[in-house]
C-alpha cells in the first residue's frame, strides 16, 4: 500500500516542530492535497494545532500506549488524505529509556517507514550546525533523513555560513525560517495552550503557517513524501449497531481525547453526545459518561458558578451511571480545585481535594488492574501516562483503587484508579484500543440503561 508521508523531528525540544508542521500542511494544502495530520507521543495539546490546519483530525502515534503492530494498523487504516504527514516529539532519538530509541520520533518513523525533516535551531550556532547534523545522521544506521529545515537564521550571511557547512552532509535543505519574533506560540505549564480555549490561537497558527510557508521548499516536500515505501494492506474496522449513548464533556475546560478512543467507543455500539461542563445546565440523556482530561484549573471558577452540572453529575453517579474520567476529569469529580491561592468548588463526588503544585508529574505508566472495573472485566496489565501539576489530598482514607503501579505516581502511593459506586477516575490516561476498554465500558453503559 502507497500512503505518501513525511516525518517533521526535532534535535531537541523547543524547535519550532508544531509552527513548521502546521506549515508543511499549510504549503501542502495551497498546493491542492489534502493531509491527514499525526503525532508521535502521547500528547493532546499540539494535535489541536494540526487538526485546526488540516480540517482534519488527529491521530496519536505512541508506542508504548500502543505497540508496534497496533501503531502501524493505526497510521494505514486512518491515512485516508493525499498526504500524511506526523509531527515528532521531543529530539529525534528520545526515546523512553536513555539507552535506546524506543517510542521515539525516531523509532515511529522505522515502523512507519517514513522519511523524515529534522528541524535544526540555529540561533546560537553556525559552522557548527554540520557537526550536529553529521551526529543525528551517524547515530542511528538508518537515521530516515531525508532534508533538513533550518530555523531561527539570524541573517543573509548566518545563513550562508549554515548552508556552507552542510554541504558535506549532502542533506538537502528543505527551508531556511528567519528569526522573528512573531512567530512565537503562547505556552503554558503543560506546553502550548489549546486551540479549543481561544479563536485567537487558531487565527494565530494560520498567519504563523502562511509566514513560514514562505520559506519552504514545497515541491521538494511533496517529491520526498510521494516516494513511499510500501506498507501492507488492512482490513477496515467493523462498526456494531447503535446500542447506548455516551455523554462526552468536551469544551474549553476538558478537551484531552485520544480521537482513537471516541472512535472505539463507536466502533463498539456507542452513540457519542457531547456537553461543556462550563456552559450546559443539562446533561444530554445517556446512559454513561466520560470526562478526558484538561485544565479545570484555568476555568475553575465557571466549573463552580455552574452548580446545576455539578449537582446533575454528582446525582448521576450517587445513581450508578457509569462514569470513566481521566486526570482533568479526575480533578473536577473531587471536592474543590487550589490553584493561584484561591479554592473552587467541584462536583464533590469523591471525598479529596485538588491541589496545583509546581512539581509536574510526566510518566508513561505501567501497571495491573487490579479488579474487574468499569472498563476490565478481569484482572491485567496495562500500560498508560500521566502528565499534570496537580495531587490529590484525601479528606478520609476510605478511597479505593483499581490500579496498581509499577511506573508511575498516580494518585496515591503509586495507586491510581479511584473507584466510587460506578465511577472510575484517575490520573492515568489509558489507550482503548490497547485491550477491550471500549468494549467493557459500553457494555457496562447497556446494562446500566436496563437496570
Known amino acids: ?6 516525518v517533521i523531528a526535532g534535535a531537541t525540544s523547543g524547535v519550532g516542530k508544531t509552527s513548521i508542521t502546521c506549515s508543511i500542511i499549510h504549503s501542502l494544502q495551497k498546493q491542492g492535497y489534502s493531509v491527514q495530520p499525526f503525532k508521535v507521543g502521547p500528547d493532546y495539546i499540539d494535535p ?37 504527514v506526523i509531527e515528532g516529539v521531543m529530539g529525534y532519538y528520545d526515546g523512553f529509556e536513555g539507552n535506546s530509541n524506543y517510542a521515539s520520533t525516531h523509532h515511529v518513523a522505522s515502523i512507519t517507514k517514513s522519511p523524515v525533516l529534522l528541524v535544526l535551531d540555529t540561533s546560537k550556532t553556525a559552522r557548527s550546525i554540520a557537526a550536529t547534523t553529521l551526529g543525528f545522521q551517524k547515530f542511528h544506521r538508518n537515521s530516515r533523513i531525508a532534508g533538513i529545515i533550518l530555523n531561527k537564521i539570524g541573517s543573509k550571511k548566518h545563513e550562508f555560513l549554515c548552508r556552507s557547512a552542510l554541504e558535506k552532509t549532502k542533506i538537502p535543505i528543505i527551508g531556511v525560517i528567519p528569526k522573528n519574533t512573531l512567530l512565537n506560540m503562547e505556552s503554558r505549564h503543560l506546553g502550548l495552550i489549546p486551540t479549543l480555549e481561544s479563536q485567537t490561537l487558531k487565527t494565530q497558527i494560520e498567519k504563523i503557517s502562511k509566514i513560514i510557508s514562505k520559506y519552504l521548499d514545497v515541491n521538494q516536500i511533496i517529491k520526498i513524501a510521494k516516494n513511499p515505501i510500501a506498507l501492507p494492506n488492512k482490513s477496515k474496522p467493523v462498526h456494531k ?60 471558577k465557571s466549573l463552580e458558578k ?35 491561592n484561591k479554592k473552587y468548588k467541584m462536583v464533590g463526588l469523591f471525598d479529596a481535594e485538588t491541589k496545583m503544585t509546581k512539581k509536574m508529574r510526566l510518566n508513561y505508566t505501567k501497571g495491573k488492574i487490579a479488579s474487574n472495573t468499569l472498563i476490565s472485566d478481569k484482572p491485567h496489565n496495562f500500560h498508560g501516562h500521566e502528565f499534570h501539576y496537580s495531587e490529590i489530598d484525601f479528606v478520609s482514607n476510605d478511597s479505593k483503587f483499581a490500579y496498581d503501579l509499577e511506573i508511575g505516581e498516580g494518585i496515591k502511593k503509586h495507586q491510581d484508579g479511584m473507584m466510587q459506586n460506578n465511577t472510575l477516575a484517575s490520573y492515568c490516561h489509558l489507550y482503548f484500543d490497547s485491550s477491550n476498554y471500549a468494549q467493557i465500558f459500553v457494555k457496562n453503559c447497556v446494562k446500566a440503561s436496563r437496570s
Open 1 to 6: 500500500m502507497k500512503i505518501p508521508r513525511i
Open 48 to 84: 489541536s494545532y494540526l487538526s485546526s490546519i488540516s480540517k482534519h483530525e488527529t491521530y496519536n502515534l505512541d508506542v508504548w500506549l500502543m505497540g508496534k503492530n497496533r501503531l502501524l494498523d493505526n497510521f494505514i487504516s486512518n491515512s485516508k488524505c493525499d498526504v500524511s
Open 241 to 300: 449497531k447503535i446500542k447506548t449513548t455516551i455523554a462526552v464533556a468536551l469544551d474549553t475546560s476538558f478537551n484531552f481525547y485520544y480521537q482513537d478512543n471516541l472512535e472505539a467507543l463507536r466502533r463498539e455500539g456507542a452513540s457519542l453526545k457531547f456537553f461543556s461542563p462550563v456552559k450546559a445546565k443539562n446533561i444530554p440523556k445517556c446512559d454513561g459518561i466520560y470526562i478526558g482530561g484538561g485544565f479545570p484549573e484555568i476555568l475553575g
Open 306 to 340: 455552574n452548580v446545576t452540572m455539578k449537582k446533575t453529575i454528582k446525582k448521576l453517579a450517587e445513581d450508578n451511571l457509569p462514569i470513566y474520567a481521566e486526570c482533568g476529569g479526575l480533578m473536577y469529580l473531587t471536592k474543590s480545585i487550589s490553584h493561584h
